[in-house]
């Protein structure tokens, strides 16, 4: 039972994490051309660099492999549907992306710099400072990113590209971007606001669509739930 729990609250946590940022999947939709628009000095990256790509509110990663290629895990609901690597090496669409987040099935796939940054800034090994962890060798890093290529599950909260990207460079899968979302849940429940909040939408939604089982029973569990978390 708290094993059933446990994944309930993951599944949650990970479905409002993904709403919270669906600006980050919509931005630069498919058809436009934004990679071909922008110039990078591939000839500053070394192999085995982290390259970040910051969005609207996350930072997509990749390891630099050299050759102007980049290893990166990307959502892909396609690798889900057909093995045709002719359909699934393509640069991957909006749409691809976001139900492939929402099937939870992702790849470790190889792209050229333009298609993995598309368009936007490429920020170089700007992990090791901001977590100040020691990095592995380039060469140890960019081999541990190309024995993970393939296909692998995906998990907003607990495997992403920054999980992968972290692994490879400092040998712990860590997600500061996860565990930055999980404290401002944390916060929100704390708050007893958040109680009061859902109770009052708990007894809102009972007087609009009247006492049943699908509104009585989350106007009780969810206000009770926050209370005994908080």
């Known amino acids: 039972m708290k094993n059933a729990m446990l994944e309930a609250v993951s599944l949650v946590l990970e479905k409002l994490l993904f709403i919270s940022n669906f600006k980050f999947f919509s931005s630069g939709a498919p058809g436009e051309d934004k990679s071909g628009n922008t110039l990078y000095e591939i000839s500053s990256f070394l192999r085995g660099d982290v390259l970040e790509v910051p969005r609207t509110h996350l930072t ?29 090496q393509k640069v991957v669409s909006n749409k691809r992306l976001i139900l492939g987040v929402i099937c939870r099935v992702a790849s470790i796939r190889v792209d050229t710099v333009e298609d993995f940054a598309y368009g ?35 998990s907003l909260l607990w495997n992403n590209c920054e999980h992968f990207v972290t692994y490879c460079r400092f040998g712990t899968a860590i997600s500061p971007q996860a565990d930055k979302f999980c404290e ?5 429940i704390r708050d007893q606001r958040s109680v009061l909040a859902s109770a009052v939408l708990g007894l809102a939604s009972i007087v609009c669509l009247g006492l049943a089982s699908y509104t009585t029973l989350p106007a009780i569990f969810i206000p009770f739930c926050l209370w005994m978390a908080g």
């Open 184 to 188: 401002n849940v944390k916060i929100i």
């Open 120 to 154: 936007a800034e490429i920020l170089v090994n700007h992990l090791d400072r901001s977590l100040k962890k020691k990095a592995l060798l380039n060469e140890e890093v960019a081999q541990r990113a190309e024995k993970l290529l393939g296909i692998t599950p995906y």
């Open 60 to 88: 997509h990663y990749g390891i630099y492999l050299g050759d102007n290629r980049v290893a990166h895990m990307m959502p892909d609901i396609l690798l889900a549907l057909t093995e045709d690597r002719g359909l699934t």
